[in-house]
C-alpha cells in the first residue's frame, strides 16, 4: 500500500498569497498520506512548456516536508502561473530497497514519470518485455507506458489499451515530460478521490476520501474515480468536466459487460429488442468492485447509465440515500 496525491491547476492568474495556500494544502495532503507508506516519499511539478521537476527521499514524509530536503524550495521555486500538478507519493516499500533512491518515486523512465500506489504481480515478465529501469515492480508500469507511447507524447489511449498487462491492484498519477500540459490518471482495483474547488481553480486528488478530508476539512466534498477507467486531466478540465475512460480488460480483451452481451445475442439473436434489453440489463446490474471498501460500487450514472464521464457522489455529509450523476446529468459538477 502506497499513497498517491495531488492538486491540478486550471489556468489563472494567482497572488503570492493564493499560491502559498495551494503549497500549504499539498504539504498537508503530503503529510495526511503518510498513513498509507513511511518508507519514502516524493513529490514532482508539471509547468508548461519545462521539464518536470522532481524531489525524493527515503524518509517519511513529515521528515521529508520539514527536514532539510529541500520540498520547500523546490515548490517555492517552481510552482507558479505555468504550474500544471504538484504530484506526491508516500511509499510502502515492497520490491526495490528505499534506501536505493531510485527505486522510490516519482519514477521515471524516458519521457515517462509517474507514481504508483499497488503492485505489479508480473513485473519480472513485464521487466523481459519492456526493460524497466528500477527495481521497483512500479517501474514496469512506466516501462510499458514508454514503450506503448514510442516517438509520440503519451495519451489517454495508451493507457486504456495496455494498461491490461499489469497483474495486480494500482493507481498511478503519469505525465510525459515532451507535452506537460497534463497529466494521466488511471485506476485499477486500488481507489482515488477527489475534490474540486472551481472557486480556487483545483482538483485535489488523494487515494481516499478520508485523506482528502483530514488535509482540507471535515466538510470536504468528495468522489470517486470510476473503477478500471483512465483520464487526463489538464488546466481545462480541471474547471470544466473529466472524461473517464474504460481500461480493456486483462481476460481476452473483453470485460464482464461484453461477454455476457456476446453470449445473450447468441441465444437471441442480432438486432433483437429482447436481446438489447437484456445487455442493457446486464450492463445496469454488474459492478466488478462492490465489495471494495472506499470505491465506488454502482460504476455507472443513476440518471443515464453512463460509465466513461465523471461520476459526482455525495451522500455521507447529508446522511441521505446515495446520488450519482455524471457530466452529462450534472454539467456544473454540483457536489453536494
Known amino acids: 500500500m502506497c499513497g498517491i496525491l495531488g492538486i491540478c491547476l486550471d489556468k489563472r492568474d494567482r497572488s503570492e ?65 505555468d504550474t500544471v500538478a504538484i504530484i506526491g507519493h508516500t511509499r510502502a516499500a515492497t520490491t526495490g530497497a528505499p534506501e536505493c533512491n531510485e527505486n522510490n518515486h516519482p519514477i521515471i523512465d524516458g519521457p515517462i514519470i509517474g507514481v504508483h500506489n499497488g503492485i505489479v504481480l508480473n513485473h519480472r515478465a513485464l521487466d523481459k518485455k519492456y526493460g524497466k529501469q528500477a527495481e521497483v515492480d512500479s517501474a514496469a508500469i512506466m516501462a510499458l507506458l514508454r514503450t506503448k507511447a514510442g516517438d509520440k507524447p503519451l495519451t489517454t489511449k495508451h493507457l486504456t489499451s495496455s494498461l491490461h498487462e499489469i497483474d495486480g491492484p494500482m493507481a498511478i498519477a503519469v505525465a510525459d515530460r515532451r507535452k506537460p500540459d497534463g497529466i494521466f490518471l488511471a485506476r485499477h482495483g486500488n481507489p482515488v478521490a477527489f475534490h474540486r474547488d472551481r472557486e480556487m481553480g483545483v482538483l485535489f486528488f488523494a ?93 455507472r450514472c443513476s440518471q443515464c447509465r453512463q460509465l466513461p464521464l465523471m461520476v459526482y457522489i455525495w451522500s455521507d455529509l447529508t446522511g441521505e440515500e446515495e446520488v450519482q450523476e455524471c457530466c452529462a446529468c450534472n454539467p456544473y459538477g454540483v457536489e453536494s
Not at 504539504?27 to 514532482?44: K, P
Not at 473503477?227 to 481476452?252: H, M, Y
Request: aromatic content about 8%; some cysteine.
Open 17 to 81: 498569497a493564493a499560491i502559498g495556500e495551494i503549497l500549504i494544502d499539498f504539504g498537508h495532503l503530503l503529510e495526511e498520506s503518510t498513513v498509507r507508506g513511511i518508507d519514502a516519499t516524493g513529490v514532482y511539478v508539471v509547468n508548461r512548456d519545462a521539464e518536470p521537476v522532481y524531489l525524493k527521499a527515503p524518509v517519511p514524509a513529515d521528515a521529508f516536508i520539514w527536514g532539510d530536503y529541500g520540498f520547500w524550495e523546490l515548490l517555492k521555486a517552481h510552482v507558479g502561473a
Open 207 to 299: 487515494s481516499t476520501g478520508d485523506i482528502l478530508r483530514e488535509a482540507l476539512g471535515d466538510d470536504t466534498a468528495t468522489f470517486l474515480m470510476p473503477a478500471d477507467t483512465a483520464c487526463r486531466v489538464s488546466p481545462k478540465t480541471v474547471r470544466g468536466n473529466l472524461q473517464f475512460w474504460p481500461i480493456k480488460e486483462r481476460v481476452e480483451g473483453k470485460s464482464h459487460h461484453d461477454v455476457r452481451a456476446a453470449r445473450l445475442l447468441s441465444k437471441v439473436g442480432p438486432g433483437k429488442a429482447e436481446a438489447r434489453e437484456a445487455i442493457a440489463e446486464s450492463r445496469r446490474g454488474n459492478s466488478r468492485f462492490a465489495d471494495e471498501a472506499d470505491v465506488d460500487a454502482g460504476e
